[in-house]
């Protein structure tokens, strides 16, 4: 196997780089004793026997010229500006960085290239041409610069050959692969279409089943996101109470969460799927796409739809950035449970949770009037505010005028619904017409991808409101969600406790509000998905079916709130005036002031 083609003469010294590629990660498990899983070891014999027997050549060791689980018929190992290992060879040649005579030592001509004849002959001639000596072991040959050597010229026309070879095989794998996948989907009604499944389910004799630990995990994260809690923090919070990560990962991430919040298959649905190949940095890549209709239970069911509509109203909210971290970084605690919720009448600008220390009483202030931008100077006692509210939501009944508005979030949602089936069937053209990666898709595709995204956001939403009007309003949640907060608080339990269940009310309150305007006279008006109107001010909120204002605690007695005596006197103020000019409370200008 020495290397004696075209010349008598004992070759003189020089540097030999290894190149070493295999199409799947798999193929470098020498501990298998598969033989199509010990391509690794095969190479690095076969290199190290071609170095014993040509001892001028040392090997470079600094340059790593691996591409393991790179494929060669994509061209993923040769595109300029991507990661393959043979690139960055071929771009040190073109710079100088490696000398004229080294030797480029492969396997065969097809861990260099599988693609067509020109696109893998013009890399061989490349490399060839720049003064590289290429060899391929296995049928010993070698291709270098050799003018008035005809054998050397030859070798050439064994490479076409080759590399023919090479790229009509992997034309015939990709054809018999699909058409396997095609009859496996064919046939999925009587046949599992893959022994993979998702990582909360296992297999038990034959059957399909959810693991009892990891189906418990899978809830508690779908609850605590339909609770409002970000990925990151439910992340944290599940490696703080050592939840074992299953996967290949070795503690959670947000990521990791992510993946298990946006899968279907929580719900029992199966989505097949194929490859389909897509540019991407100059090279053809292969990107999974669905094909049909999800199949409906044919997995195992983890969650309930209530449960999956809430979560993914709220995931999609956040990822508009309509529901983002309202109050800021919030550490353990939720000090604001009206973010994002609570907007100035004035200017229609935030309002913002203030404390100014401990013998300061915290308030909610327009975002802008902080600014000077804004002339909405009322400060609304936060503490008073937020106690009304919470005694009113217990009692808050939105079935009462739910079927007008019931009628109207149905009408919206088979809206939405139908526009979202419309923008689906044009990016469906749009590929059998042009591919979604052709110049011409791109960008219309781009544009239906976030129409449709912003659909998908308001179905959820729709859909979760249809969902508490349909029943009884959400009133048994609120209940439970309020009564476990005042219990955790008399308990006086530790801040991460009493953090869940304030992030609980927090969603409550974003999935039950409409609209809370703050005005500059104090008063404030919340408008429910039910289209019910709301009456609150300095810690009373107005009761209809009384015709009184119900105060909290610290409305009335100023304890524990630090109500000062000349806040006490104004509220005493207002409050005779208001039973005065208007026993009854009605909204100023509708839902928009």
């Known amino acids: 196997m020495s290397d004696?083609?075209?010349?008598?003469?004992?070759?003189g010294p020089a540097t030999a780089y290894s190149y070493i590629r295999l199409s799947s990660k798999r193929q470098s498990n020498t501990g298998d004793k598969k033989a199509y899983r010990d391509g690794l070891r095969r190479q690095l014999a076969l290199r190290d026997e071609y170095l014993a027997a040509n001892p001028h050549l040392t090997l470079d060791t600094t340059f790593s010229l691996h591409d393991i689980g790179v494929s060669a018929f994509t061209m993923a190992n040769i595109a300029k500006g991507g990661d393959g290992k043979l690139a960055l060879f071929q771009q040190a040649v073109d710079e100088g960085r490696i000398a004229k005579g080294s030797y480029l030592l492969v396997e065969s001509l097809d861990r260099i290239s599988r693609a067509s004849v020109p696109v893998a002959q013009h890399?061989?001639?490349?490399?060839?041409?720049?003064?590289?000596?290429?060899?391929?072991?296995s049928d010993k040959?070698?291709?270098r610069q050799a003018p008035n050597d005809l054998t050397s010229q030859a070798a050439f026309l064994v490479s076409v050959m080759s590399l023919m070879r090479a790229h009509e095989e992997s034309v015939m794998k990709s054809k018999r692969l699909k058409e396997t996948w095609e009859e496996k989907r064919r046939n999925i009604g009587s046949r599992r279409l893959t022994a993979r499944v998702p990582g909360w389910l296992h297999e038990v004799n034959g059957v399909i089943e959810v693991h009892p630990k990891r189906g418990a995990v899978v809830k508690e994260i779908m609850e605590?996101?339909?609770?409002g809690w970000g990925r990151d923090r439910i992340a944290r919070h599940l490696n703080a109470n050592d939840v074992e990560c299953w996967g290949h990962g070795r503690s959670w991430h947000g990521g990791t969460v992510q993946k298990i919040t946006d899968n279907r298959a929580l719900l029992g649905e199966f989505q097949p799927h194929r490859l389909q190949q897509v540019e991407r940095r100059g090279i053809m890549a292969a990107k999974r796409v669905p094909v049909g209709d999800p199949i409906r239970d044919y997995l195992p069911r983890v969650i309930d739809d209530d449960l999956w509509v809430r979560a993914r109203g709220v995931a999609n909210r956040r990822r508009l950035g309509r529901a983002p971290n309202a109050g800021g970084r919030q550490g353990t605690r939720v000090t604001n449970l009206f973010g994002m919720v609570a907007k100035c009448a004035a200017c229609m600008k935030p309002m913002n949770?203030?404390?100014?220390?401990?013998?300061?009483?915290?308030?909610?202030?327009c975002s802008s009037e902080r600014a000077g931008t804004c002339t909405n100077a009322y400060r609304i006692p936060y503490y008073d505010t937020e106690a009304a509210i919470l005694l009113w939501l217990v009692k808050l009944d939105l079935t009462a005028g739910a079927r007008g508005e019931l009628a109207r979030h149905e009408e919206a949602l088979r809206t939405k619904v139908t526009e979202r089936d419309v923008l689906q069937a044009r990016g469906e053209a749009i590929v059998r017409e042009y591919g979604a990666g052709g110049r011409f898709a791109k960008v219309p595709l781009a544009e239906i991808d976030a129409a449709m995204t912003a659909c998908e956001a308001a179905i959820a939403d729709l859909t979760s409101k249809i969902n508490a009007l349909r029943l009884d309003g959400g009133r048994?949640?609120?209940?439970?969600?309020?009564?476990?907060l005042q219990e955790l608080q008399r308990r006086g339990v530790p801040d991460g406790e009493v953090f869940a269940a304030r992030m609980r009310i927090r969603q409550i309150i974003r999935d039950t509000f409409e609209t809370m305007w703050c005005y500059p006279d104090g008063n404030i008006e919340i408008f429910t998905i039910d289209g019910g109107y709301h009456a609150f001010r300095d810690g009373y909120w107005w009761n209809e079916g009384d015709r009184t204002?119900?105060?909290?605690?610290?409305a009335m007695t100023g304890i524990p709130y630090r109500g000062t005596k000349a806040e006490m006197a104004r509220r005493a103020e207002w409050l005779e005036q208001a039973y005065r000019a208007a026993p009854r409370i009605k909204p100023r200008n509708g839902k928009d002031p």
């Open 224 to 227: 605590l996101l339909a609770d």
């Open 549 to 554: 204002w119900v105060p909290s605690v610290g």
């Open 141 to 143: 040959m070698t291709y």
């Open 476 to 484: 048994d949640e609120r209940s439970a969600a309020i009564e476990r």
């Open 123 to 137: 890399m061989l001639l490349g490399l060839v041409n720049a003064g590289i000596i290429v060899v391929s072991i």
């Open 4 to 11: 004696r083609v075209g010349s008598e003469a004992e070759p």
């Open 353 to 365: 949770y203030r404390d100014r220390g401990p013998r300061s009483t915290p308030v909610l202030r």
